[in-house]
């Protein structure tokens, strides 16, 4: 799988940060198909290779099996492939870039493709099978060698031969990855832990060999025990076998590489069910005619037909039609989502109910689910600090552990004398050390945390904001569209004397709707709403008139209607107001104007209702909480959080909201900024000490979010800020960032325990395999295990609520 950037996009570094792309201008980035890799050295030496070249900056990842490369115009991807041949692995080159990509799928050349399209689904399920087979058959013969060996009783006369006969497939035929990589990477002067595992396993079978055939092993009769520890009871060295022990240890790693293999493709499962999500043909309307066609050559402005229970096949706006729309799959809200005429909807998403006629407005790698795609599979390609250590650990460990093993040699042969003992011991050393959990103790880790979130709404820019997850003490949240729904609502209808509640919205409503206004159609959407089922519909305005700063004045069923602020003096009517009287009333009855300054104390907007030369009540709006921040701010409150809201609003309209989500205390609550100082109020707060996360949607919060130590970016909202955003919610659902963060700080928890078996089971383990402790069979099972765990131990985050 490969994605290359337009010339001239500016490009951080892997596992860089978004200012490393200052003074990238120049760099195109491509991602590679590694394939050969056994452990993480191998990955250590891609990447050391790659950036030895000049303008290349790469970044290996051993478990998603990519090469990340940001690299100059003086270099090619041909030259990339070449350098990563010369190395002993190989590297899959950029395909043409077919036009257009499909609808609701990553296009090539944009850092995702379609599952089946090059093999990603299809290759690995091969790879699975052939090397279940070789375990399968692996274990079928070694079982019998290993018994013979442990247990006396059973060894007959001749036993040797047949055990043998048994092992000499396993380890030549059962171990060929291992011996195969091996002389790979002897070819270009290197080791990596298939050089442990192929000399360890060949020097077993090796000693075997020669004790058979020219020494006393071979001789009918002979036995010898099985201990957990390099002893064999008193056996000289011409009579050990350690068959069972080159065949145990072959079949122990073909059976831990198989269950790590399983356990990497369950990690990486998440995106690949992304990935397939999109739709495969679509009916267009085309002259009226609907004609199906596939979803790659639909174009931006199409309009297609959504059937219920068909996929919505790209993002577009509706035109015709209402129904619910699941978009579970991509944000993790379980509930259906009405939709109805000007409503925006999803590619991937699919219609519950009502048909729906959609035009398309964005296609191909520009939709919502190809973009999700993009950065979930950005992260899994990126590196934590942390990994990065363990990489340089990884590289050095494997000539490290060769000088131990001739060391442990020699020093039991200086010691005691005993060949049989040294060798054991030296064979355990080699065995014992492959650090294969080191190398894949954070990528899966990573693999499983971002895919889950890919799942519930929750996408992570790269493996470095986990630790800025950890280190936030303060979440600054923007009002409008963040926490508010960023919408007026009706809230409040006061009538006047002798005006009923239902005569005063559907003439105020009447009026307002044939406005633009926000605070109109709020009015006339909360009249509609509040009326009676059987209530006949709004009626027409005549004589509608927009009075610039004051409001609006019209003719409703034959009564002169103005509606606007309260009036603080005489108001004189406009020439053509269909016979009104020359004023208004300049006074607000009492139980009115309580109601106003009701409202404007709790930060509401007030307007006024008359006709016919009286105010007749008063209705107020306001932009709405959402039902889901108060809970929100609880939730953020319970991981350590201290939320602040922030605002270009009044002080009063500000507190109000934030007394409503239950932000409280000094500081608080930040009003009256202007746009372009949100970024400044984020930095005053690191100033202060704060390590500060910032959520916001707006074109206007995107320096903050960039501002911020950790950016949340809302995915109902601007481009602007989703691209600033470290952390992108795809819904628009503020209890989302509380789960982002727990979720963030729980894959950080796991790769740093991972890292701390890793690094612990091979510092314990070696002094023991050292010391004879270890019988290399038992070595080779315990190694095989530890990536086992390591891997599992990741996989644990897929069940993350």
């Known amino acids: ?151 006396p009783p059973l060894q007959f006369d001749n036993w040797q031969w047949l055990s043998l006969t048994l092992a000499a497939p396993v380890v030549v035929w059962g171990g060929l990855p291992f011996h195969r990589a091996a002389w790979t990477n002897l070819r270009h002067g290197a080791a990596t832990m298939d050089t442990l595992i192929s000399v360890g396993t060949l020097a077993a079978f090796g000693w075997s060999l020669w004790a058979l055939f020219f020494g006393d092993a071979g001789m009918p009769g002979m036995r010898h025990g099985f201990d957990f520890t390099l002893s064999r009871q008193g056996a000289e060295g011409a009579s050990a076998l350690y068959l069972e022990v080159a065949a145990g240890v072959t079949t122990f790693l073909l059976l831990g590489r198989y269950l790590e293999a399983r356990a990497k493709r369950k990690a990486g499962a998440a995106l690949r069910a992304l990935m397939q999500l999109g739709a495969r043909d679509v009916g267009v309307l085309r002259n009226g005619v609907e004609t199906r066609i596939p979803v790659a050559e639909l174009a931006v402005g199409d309009r297609f037909v959504v059937r219920p229970g068909e996929t919505v096949a790209t993002d577009g706006t509706v035109e015709e039609g209402s129904s619910a729309v699941d978009a579970s799959m991509l944000t993790g809200e379980s509930v259906p989502v009405d939709v109805t005429a000007g409503d925006a909807v999803t590619g991937a998403t699919v219609n519950v109910s009502g048909r729906l006629v959609v035009a398309a407005s964005r296609v191909g790698a520009d939709t919502q689910l190809a973009r999700m795609a993009r950065r979930v599979e950005e992260a899994q390609s990126g590196k934590a600090a942390v990994q990065r250590l363990a990489d340089r650990v990884s590289a050095a460990f494997v000539p490290v552990v060769l000088v131990l093993a001739v060391a442990t040699l020699l020093g039991w042969l200086l010691a005691s004398g005993d060949v049989t003992a040294a060798f054991t011991a030296a064979v355990a050393v080699l065995i014992i050390a492959c650090p294969c959990a080191l190398g894949l103790a954070t990528p899966t880790a990573l693999m499983v945390g971002t895919g889950r979130g890919a799942q519930l709404g929750i996408l992570i820019r790269g493996p470095e904001v986990l630790e800025s997850t950890r280190r936030v003490d303060t979440v600054v949240l923007d009002k409008t569209g963040t926490v508010t729904t960023g919408r007026m609502a009706l809230r409040d209808v006061v009538p006047g004397e002798g005006v009923g509640e239902d005569e005063l919205l559907r003439v105020a409503g009447a009026l307002e709707d044939a406005s633009e206004h926000p605070i109109a159609r709020a009015i006339a959407q ?109 939730e953020l409150r319970q991981l350590g959080l201290t939320p602040v809201l922030l605002t270009g609003d009044n002080r009063t309209v500000a507190e109000a909201v934030a007394r409503e989500v239950g932000i409280e205390g000094e500081g608080g609550v930040i009003a009256e900024v202007l746009p372009e100082d949100k970024a400044e109020q984020v930095r005053r707060l690191q100033s202060e000490g704060h390590t500060v996360a910032m959520v916001g949607d707006g074109v206007n919060d995107a320096a903050a979010l960039a501002s911020a130590d950790l950016g949340l970016a809302m995915g109902t909202g601007t481009d602007a800020a989703i691209e600033a955003g470290d952390l992108t919610l795809v819904r628009g659902d503020l209890r989302v960032a509380a789960d982002a963060i727990r979720l963030a700080r729980r894959t950080l928890g796991t790769i740093k325990g991972n890292l701390w078996w890793a690094f612990g089971y091979n510092v314990a383990a070696l002094p023991l395999a050292a010391a004879g402790l270890l019988n290399p069979m038992i070595a080779g099972a315990a190694m095989a295990f530890s990536s086992v765990f390591v891997v599992t131990n990741s996989l644990r985050l897929r069940r993350f609520r």
């Open 526 to 634: 909360g009249a509609r709403e509040r009326a009676a089922e059987d209530a006949p519909p709004l009626p027409v305005p005549e004589d509608f008139e927009n009075l610039a700063g004051l409001g609006v004045q019209g003719t409703v069923e034959g009564r002169h209607v103005r509606i606007g602020r309260p009036p603080s003096g005489p108001v004189e009517n406009r020439d053509g107001a269909g016979g009104a009287p020359a004023a208004e009333q300049t006074v607000l009855p009492d139980g009115l104007a309580r109601a106003k300054a009701e409202a404007e104390a709790a930060g509401r907007t007030a307007v006024a209702v008359s006709w016919d030369g009286a105010v007749r009540g008063v209705l107020t709006v306001s932009d709405t909480v959402k039902e889901s921040s108060a809970q929100a701010v609880r």
């Open 1 to 151: 799988m490969t994605s290359v950037t337009a010339q001239g996009a500016p490009v951080p570094p892997p596992g860089g940060s978004r200012e490393d792309a200052e003074g990238a201008a120049a760099t195109r980035r491509v991602e590679l198909s590694i394939g050969g890799m056994t452990c993480a050295s191998c990955a250590a030496r891609v990447e050391k290779k790659l950036n030895r070249m000049d303008g290349v900056s790469a970044s290996v990842n051993y478990a998603a099996e990519k090469a990340r490369i940001s690299y100059a115009d003086a270099v090619s991807v041909d030259d990339l492939v070449a350098t990563v041949e010369r190395t002993g692995y190989t590297a899959e080159p950029p395909p043409p870039s077919p036009a257009p990509a499909p609808a609701g799928t990553p296009a090539a050349g944009t850092g995702a493709a379609t599952a089946g399209e090059n093999g990603e689904e299809s290759a690995p399920a091969g790879e699975l099978r052939v090397l279940r087979q070789r375990f399968l058959t692996a274990l079928a013969l070694s079982l019998p060698v290993v018994l013979l060996a442990m247990v």
